[in-house]
């Protein structure tokens, strides 16, 4: 199934060459329907244009002209149950050459031409967002064994695809190539251990002299071995085509802070969401290639925060809003998509696909395309809606999934629930879920302008359903169970999926908090890596964040650290992914990056497009914390340290039409400064407020640099404690000017 395709054009944009002839040659693959790909046939569509220096265009498309040879790809078994075949190629089959300009091609046949565009079964095309892009990479260790062949170690799992210089090549002779995950102790490359129930091999016949083995498809793998080459090998020699879809800036985000194993869980997190897009989301670049709905939304926090990532998150977006117009008249969105499984779902999937499309509109501030998703989400609250029992008020069995997906997965794999009562109809997550669905649909349509009843509607069924929560999935100390049974009892286990889930999403009472909050942080690390970010997010919420830092730096409890100790370098399916076989490349875990930098960078977006920003000091044992924060809007460069004695100091550069609150340790304007100048006059500083004891400053673009000693002088030169009334009466009248008219605000404004 695999064909080399030419004609004389070009080989690839930065290869052209003006006043001389150019070749443009393509290698086409298609094979059986799996995740990622749907079932089609096999084909090839071309249209090229060239633009000339003189202002001329030409146009070239694939059409009769064009030659096809049969490939070098002979047929081979299986890699696993995900449609994926092992690639064996014969070297001595490839038409050496066949991708320059020289080369002859009039022995080849012609391509059978399946008509114009559109052609059945080719009716509509979607234009990819991003593309692959690839580096080089040599091993840092080469090691030869005893029986001759070599292992290469990369130092991290990584998606590649191999390449390996072989020299003097004898013709026939079989080389192997295989990737893995882990060594066995006599040095070779494990194929029990780490794999995912998948061959991670790659098979070659050598022809006669230099040659490289490059096989066509991908896998994630640490190590590499070599068997069968009858020369020596160096470093040179084996290298990876490292790949991941090309993404804005990869070095966009920075972070650094005093404690050592929360730098490590940021650069495993970096690393993971670098290598885990391919030319979609994919769940694990070893076996389901393919976009999980759950594994998106997570890469994606990750991928937008870490390198200004766009076009890849709306590109899965709009896919699975595809999905819903294609299969799911109830509103329901496929779990994976575009896919071989055709119509297939989980009800969380479709719940937290909501979530996931407020999420990127307060990132990117993109309106068109929160106008086009739009349609979507509503669907997806009447779906949840028509599952709400009257009886209880609560979403019971939500339709859909199956097998442990049904109803909803509540937390995967199955191992990682902790004792959640999946017996249980009306699933205290599910509902909290649905609330913030119908909340956040309500918020979209006021962003869009729509009608007041659509938008009252939305809030009115969050209401009630938080009503519902309140009165039947909480204990008498505010602790919430795990849900209702059938028949209306309640469920005596109070997990922390349950809790946590409840206090992030705002649907713990104030006078409660507390104790769910002690609840939650007593049951330390319970639950898995896809949702570990709603854990984090409660203990933030709840203002313990100490736990948080606690939750991802004890190597004791399941979490980052404990998988770092254990030789993590790809974030994980599972907390015990090599004891049970799950994936050991899962992209998923890479969501933390984005807590890590809202929480312990301490700068969070509060409005979309990052027009508004927070920036707070955790209260933690981190005694110091550095990086840049990428937003829509610029990038945020900042860094913070507090002493022994609790004094801090914040230096933030806020990008231009951005505002900030930034809050700082102290009662009143006096116990602090601006880079050594008073509050007072400031340039930056619109409104200054005091509540519980801690104070908030508003300030414009510019750079700051904040501490909360008392200021050495004023703006004017004034001592300090000559400016402790003043104070009270330009907060107000700056408060009243900013709200009165932008003029202010603009006389306000400090360059950086």
């Given at each position: 199934?695999?064909?080399?395709?030419?004609?004389?054009?070009?080989?690839?944009?930065?290869?052209?060459?003006?006043?001389?002839?150019?070749?443009?040659?393509?290698?086409?693959?298609?094979?059986?329907?799996?995740?990622?790909?749907?079932?089609?046939?096999?084909?090839?569509?071309?249209?090229?244009?060239?633009?000339?220096?003189?202002?001329?265009?030409?146009?070239?498309?694939?059409?009769?002209?064009?030659?096809?040879?049969?490939?070098?790809?002979?047929?081979?078994?299986?890699?696993?149950?995900?449609?994926?075949?092992?690639?064996?190629?014969?070297?001595?089959?490839?038409?050496?050459?066949?991708?320059?300009?020289?080369?002859?091609d009039a022995s080849w046949p012609h391509v059978a031409v399946l008509g114009p565009h559109p052609t059945a079964p080719f009716s509509h095309l979607y234009a990819a967002r991003t593309h692959i892009v690839e580096q080089?990479?040599?091993?840092?260790?080469?090691?030869?064994?005893?029986?001759?062949?070599?292992?290469?170690?990369?130092?991290?799992?990584?998606?590649?695809?191999?390449?390996?210089?072989?020299?003097?090549?004898?013709?026939?002779?079989?080389?192997?190539?295989?990737?893995?995950?882990?060594?066995?102790?006599?040095?070779?490359?494990?194929?029990?251990?780490?794999?995912?129930?998948?061959?991670?091999?790659?098979?070659?016949?050598?022809?006669?002299?230099?040659?490289?083995?490059?096989?066509?498809?991908?896998?994630?793998?640490?190590?590499?071995?070599?068997?069968?080459?009858?020369?020596?090998?160096?470093?040179?020699?084996?290298?990876?085509?490292?790949?991941?879809?090309?993404?804005?800036?990869?070095?966009?985000?920075?972070?650094?802070?005093?404690?050592?194993?929360?730098?490590?869980?940021?650069?495993?997190?970096?690393?993971?969401?670098?290598?885990?897009?391919?030319?979609?989301?994919?769940?694990?670049?070893?076996?389901?290639?393919?976009?999980?709905?759950?594994?998106?939304?997570?890469?994606?926090?990750?991928?937008?925060?870490?390198?200004?990532?766009?076009?890849?998150?709306?590109?899965?977006?709009?896919?699975?809003?595809?999905?819903?117009?294609?299969?799911?008249?109830?509103?329901?969105?496929?779990?994976?998509?575009?896919?071989?499984?055709?119509?297939?779902?989980?009800?969380?999937?479709?719940?937290?696909?909501?979530?996931?499309?407020?999420?990127?509109?307060?990132?990117?501030?993109?309106?068109?395309?929160?106008?086009?998703?739009?349609?979507?989400?509503?669907?997806?609250?009447?779906?949840?809606?028509?599952?709400?029992?009257?009886?209880?008020?609560?979403?019971?069995?939500?339709?859909?999934?199956?097998?442990?997906?049904?109803?909803?997965?509540?937390?995967?794999?199955?191992?990682?629930?902790?004792?959640?009562?999946?017996?249980?109809?009306?699933?205290?997550?599910?509902?909290?879920?649905?609330?913030?669905?119908?909340?956040?649909?309500?918020?979209?349509?006021?962003?869009?302008?729509?009608?007041?009843?659509?938008?009252?509607?939305?809030?009115?069924?969050?209401?009630?359903?938080?009503?519902?929560?309140?009165?039947?999935?909480?204990?008498?100390?505010?602790?919430?169970?795990?849900?209702?049974?059938?028949?209306?009892?309640?469920?005596?286990?109070?997990?922390?999926?349950?809790?946590?889930?409840?206090?992030?999403?705002?649907?713990?009472?104030?006078?409660?908090?507390?104790?769910?909050?002690?609840?939650?942080?007593?049951?330390?690390?319970?639950?898995?890596?896809?949702?570990?970010?709603?854990?984090?997010?409660?203990?933030?919420?709840?203002?313990?964040?100490?736990?948080?830092?606690?939750?991802?730096?004890?190597?004791?409890?399941?979490?980052?650290?404990?998988?770092?100790?254990?030789?993590?370098?790809?974030?994980?399916?599972?907390?015990?992914?090599?004891?049970?076989?799950?994936?050991?490349?899962?992209?998923?875990?890479?969501?933390?990056?984005?807590?890590?930098?809202?929480?312990?960078?301490g700068v969070r977006a509060t409005a979309p497009g990052g027009a508004q920003l927070d920036v707070r000091v955790p209260a933690t044992s981190v005694t110091r914390a550095g990086g840049v924060v990428v937003t829509e809007?610029?990038?945020?460069?900042?860094?913070?340290?507090?002493?022994?004695?609790?004094?801090?100091?914040?230096?933030?550069?806020?990008?231009?039409?951005?505002?900030?609150?930034?809050?700082?340790?102290?009662?009143?304007?006096?116990?602090?400064?601006?880079?050594?100048?008073?509050?007072?006059?400031?340039?930056?500083?619109?409104?200054?407020?005091?509540?519980?004891?801690?104070?908030?400053?508003?300030?414009?673009?510019?750079?700051?640099?904040?501490?909360?000693?008392?200021?050495?002088?004023?703006?004017?030169?004034?001592?300090?404690?000559?400016?402790?009334?003043?104070?009270?009466?330009?907060?107000?009248?700056?408060?009243?000017?900013?709200?009165?008219?932008?003029?202010?605000?603009?006389?306000?404004?400090?360059?950086?």
């Amino acid at each position: 199934p695999v064909a080399v395709v030419g004609c004389e054009l070009r080989r690839e944009p930065r290869d052209v060459h003006a006043g001389a002839a150019n070749v443009f040659a393509f290698v086409t693959w298609w094979g059986q329907p799996g995740q990622g790909r749907p079932a089609s046939v096999p084909a090839l569509i071309a249209h090229i244009t060239v633009d000339h220096a003189d202002g001329t265009r030409q146009v070239f498309a694939t059409d009769g002209n064009w030659r096809a040879h049969t490939g070098m790809w002979i047929q081979a078994h299986v890699r696993n149950d995900e449609g994926d075949f092992v690639e064996h190629i014969d070297e001595r089959l490839d038409p050496t050459g066949w991708d320059t300009v020289g080369f002859d091609d009039a022995s080849w046949p012609h391509v059978a031409v399946l008509g114009p565009h559109p052609t059945a079964p080719f009716s509509h095309l979607y234009a990819a967002r991003t593309h692959i892009v690839e580096q080089l990479v040599a091993p840092a260790r080469l090691t030869r064994l005893a029986g001759g062949a070599y292992v290469a170690d990369f130092g991290a799992v990584i998606s590649a695809t191999p390449v390996v210089e072989v020299h003097r090549g004898v013709a026939g002779a079989r080389v192997t190539l295989l990737g893995g995950y882990e060594l066995d102790p006599d040095g070779h490359v494990s194929t029990t251990n780490g794999i995912q129930d998948t061959d991670m091999s790659w098979i070659f016949d050598e022809r006669a002299g230099a040659q490289q083995l490059r096989p066509f498809g991908y896998l994630a793998f640490r190590y590499l071995e070599i068997d069968g080459a009858h020369e020596p090998l160096t470093v040179a020699d084996v290298q990876i085509a490292a790949r991941h879809a090309n993404l804005p800036d990869e070095h966009a985000a920075r972070f650094d802070t005093s404690d050592g194993t929360l730098n490590a869980v940021w650069t495993l997190a970096r690393h993971s969401a670098l290598y885990d897009p391919q030319e979609q989301f994919v769940d694990t670049p070893t076996r389901e290639k393919g976009p999980f709905l759950g594994d998106s939304f997570d890469v994606s926090q990750a991928t937008e925060a870490a390198f200004g990532e766009r076009q890849l998150t709306f590109q899965g977006l709009r896919d699975f809003a595809r999905s819903q117009a294609r299969y799911w008249p109830d509103g329901r969105v496929n779990v994976v998509y575009p896919n071989g499984d055709g119509k297939r779902d989980i009800p969380v999937g479709t719940q937290t696909y909501v979530e996931w499309v407020w999420q990127n509109w307060m990132t990117t501030g993109n309106l068109d395309e929160l106008a086009a998703l739009y349609p979507t989400v509503r669907n997806i609250t009447d779906y949840v809606a028509r599952a709400i029992d009257p009886a209880t008020g609560l979403v019971t069995n939500l339709p859909g999934g199956g097998s442990d997906y049904q109803y909803g997965a509540v937390d995967w794999p199955p191992w990682m629930r902790y004792g959640y009562d999946m017996k249980t109809a009306a699933r205290t997550m599910m509902n909290v879920l649905a609330v913030d669905d119908f909340q956040r649909v309500a918020a979209m349509g006021r962003a869009l302008g729509k009608p007041s009843s659509e938008i009252a509607r939305e809030q009115e069924r969050a209401d009630a359903l938080g009503r519902s929560i309140h009165q039947r999935l909480t204990r008498p100390d505010g602790v919430l169970i795990d849900g209702l049974y059938a028949n209306g009892t309640q469920s005596t286990h109070a997990s922390q999926q349950a809790n946590a889930w409840a206090l992030a999403f705002g649907l713990v009472p104030p006078a409660q908090v507390a104790t769910v909050a002690d609840h939650i942080v007593a049951l330390k690390n319970a639950m898995g890596v896809v949702y570990f970010r709603v854990l984090l997010d409660a203990l933030h919420v709840a203002g313990r964040d100490q736990a948080l830092v606690d939750a991802l730096t004890d190597p004791k409890r399941p979490g980052y650290a404990q998988i770092l100790q254990r030789g993590a370098t790809f974030t994980w399916e599972s907390w015990i992914a090599p004891d049970v076989g799950d994936s050991e490349s899962h992209g998923w875990g890479a969501t933390v990056l984005a807590v890590l930098q809202d929480d312990i960078l301490g700068v969070r977006a509060t409005a979309p497009g990052g027009a508004q920003l927070d920036v707070r000091v955790p209260a933690t044992s981190v005694t110091r914390a550095g990086g840049v924060v990428v937003t829509e809007r610029g990038r945020v460069p900042v860094s913070w340290t507090r002493d022994a004695a609790g004094h801090e100091t914040v230096d933030v550069t806020i990008p231009t039409n951005v505002t900030a609150n930034v809050h700082l340790p102290v009662a009143n304007a006096h116990g602090a400064s601006d880079d050594g100048v008073n509050l007072v006059g400031d340039p930056g500083v619109s409104a200054v407020h005091t509540t519980d004891g801690a104070l908030t400053l508003t300030v414009g673009s510019g750079h700051y640099r904040f501490t909360t000693s008392a200021p050495t002088r004023s703006a004017t030169g004034a001592s300090s404690s000559s400016l402790v009334r003043p104070v009270v009466v330009i907060v107000v009248v700056l408060g009243a000017l900013t709200a009165g008219t932008g003029v202010v605000v603009r006389r306000r404004r400090r360059a950086a």
